[in-house]
């Protein structure tokens, strides 16, 4: 089995294009947050990097398609920061031009001193065009406790959904591991993907015990996942899990973990959109799939 990014297209298109692709997400796999059962599709979409483009109208343009493309494949989570240079504007900017679609799960984070928290949050509402945020996150851990007692305030006054606290890149597992028992948010984000898998280890099964909702950032390592793998070929039993591209297997590993909410690969491809997308259909791999999946791609 050949498979690449780009040879995706013609079945992932097929069956994002399926008219029972709707209100249900037809048949497409979504994930219900602990805290409220509420459902989200496991398939979200992220910001970093991809739309920090500033103000350049053509690739601005390119941001606001994959937003439709993403919306037309039935919505969910898309995830920002202060971070990411001008990703909240552009997101902002493709939401005025586009409206305010149907299935937008909205999330973003606070980057600063608490003091400076209710000031920031503000200015990130104004730039996405928003009045009021499905989650917000405290981003990294930065002055956690202040700021979350903020989100907490939020939350309880009608003004936000949702609670989160963040890291990535593997980092400070211990002081958001003793945050989950002490004061749980009702979302935490971690990177885990099939390489990185050190959260398995006690963030995720407490996740599960102290029913947290959790989202997956660096699902690709910033696509040096997907540039690894190309031209290698898929292993004959991916087809048991309707598996044709490289991502969508390593998204399918990811999403099918129990304690996994939602993952958030970032793109500035609309194809690539779609092919992510695309996993969140067919059969998920059970766990002892899920164990012969990571050591295939240990052992390449």
């Given at each position: 089995?050949?498979?690449?990014?780009?040879?995706?297209?013609?079945?992932?298109?097929?069956?994002?294009?399926?008219?029972?692709?709707?209100?249900?997400?037809?048949?497409?796999?979504?994930?219900?947050?602990?805290?409220?059962?509420?459902?989200?599709?496991?398939?979200?979409?992220?910001?970093?990097?991809?739309?920090?483009?500033?103000?350049?109208?053509?690739?601005r343009a390119e941001c606001r398609?994959?937003?439709?493309?993403?919306?037309?494949?039935?919505?969910?989570?898309?995830?920002?920061?202060?971070m990411y240079g001008s990703s909240?504007?552009?997101?902002?900017?493709?939401?005025?031009?586009?409206?305010?679609?149907?299935?937008?799960?909205?999330?973003?984070?606070?980057?600063?001193?608490?003091?400076?928290?209710?000031?920031?949050?503000?200015?990130?509402?104004?730039?996405?065009?928003?009045?009021?945020?499905?989650?917000?996150?405290?981003?990294?851990?930065?002055?956690?406790?202040?700021?979350?007692?903020?989100?907490?305030?939020?939350?309880?006054?009608?003004?936000?959904?949702?609670?989160?606290?963040?890291?990535?890149?593997?980092?400070?597992?211990?002081?958001?591991?003793?945050?989950?028992?002490?004061?749980?948010?009702?979302?935490?984000?971690?990177?885990?993907?099939?390489?990185?898998?050190?959260?398995?280890?006690?963030?995720?099964?407490?996740?599960?015990?102290?029913?947290?909702?959790?989202?997956?950032?660096?699902?690709?390592?910033?696509?040096?996942?997907?540039?690894?793998?190309?031209?290698?070929?898929?292993?004959?039993?991916?087809?048991?899990?309707?598996?044709?591209?490289?991502?969508?297997?390593?998204?399918?590993?990811?999403?099918?973990?129990?304690?996994?909410?939602?993952?958030?690969?970032?793109?500035?491809?609309?194809?690539?959109?779609?092919?992510?997308?695309?996993?969140?259909?067919?059969?998920?791999?059970?766990?002892?799939?899920?164990?012969?999946?990571?050591?295939?791609?240990?052992?390449?």
């Amino acid at each position: 089995m050949r498979a690449t990014r780009r040879t995706v297209l013609a079945g992932a298109g097929a069956a994002l294009a399926a008219p029972a692709f709707g209100a249900a997400a037809g048949g497409a796999l979504s994930k219900r947050i602990p805290a409220t059962g509420e459902p989200v599709p496991a398939v979200g979409l992220g910001s970093w990097i991809t739309f920090n483009v500033g103000g350049d109208p053509l690739l601005r343009a390119e941001c606001r398609a994959v937003m439709a493309a993403f919306f037309e494949a039935g919505g969910g989570m898309i995830d920002s920061s202060p971070m990411y240079g001008s990703s909240q504007a552009v997101i902002g900017d493709a939401f005025a031009k586009l409206g305010r679609p149907a299935g937008l799960f909205s999330a973003d984070k606070v980057w600063t001193r608490a003091a400076n928290g209710p000031a920031q949050i503000a200015e990130t509402a104004r730039r996405w065009g928003l009045g009021r945020f499905d989650l917000l996150q405290v981003h990294n851990l930065v002055d956690w406790e202040a700021n979350l007692d903020t989100l907490e305030a939020m939350k309880e006054a009608g003004r936000l959904r949702y609670t989160g606290v963040t890291t990535s890149h593997g980092r400070r597992h211990g002081e958001l591991e003793e945050i989950m028992r002490r004061r749980p948010p009702d979302f935490v984000q971690l990177t885990y993907n099939i390489v990185d898998r050190e959260a398995e280890r006690r963030l995720l099964p407490l996740a599960r015990e102290r029913g947290i909702a959790v989202i997956c950032n660096r699902p690709f390592r910033r696509g040096r996942l997907p540039d690894r793998l190309a031209g290698r070929p898929l292993p004959g039993w991916a087809s048991g899990i309707e598996v044709s591209t490289w991502p969508q297997f390593l998204l399918k590993f990811i999403l099918s973990h129990p304690a996994v909410t939602a993952a958030i690969p970032a793109t500035r491809r609309v194809d690539h959109l779609v092919e992510n997308k695309s996993a969140a259909f067919g059969p998920m791999p059970d766990a002892a799939l899920r164990r012969r999946m990571a050591a295939h791609v240990r052992d390449l």
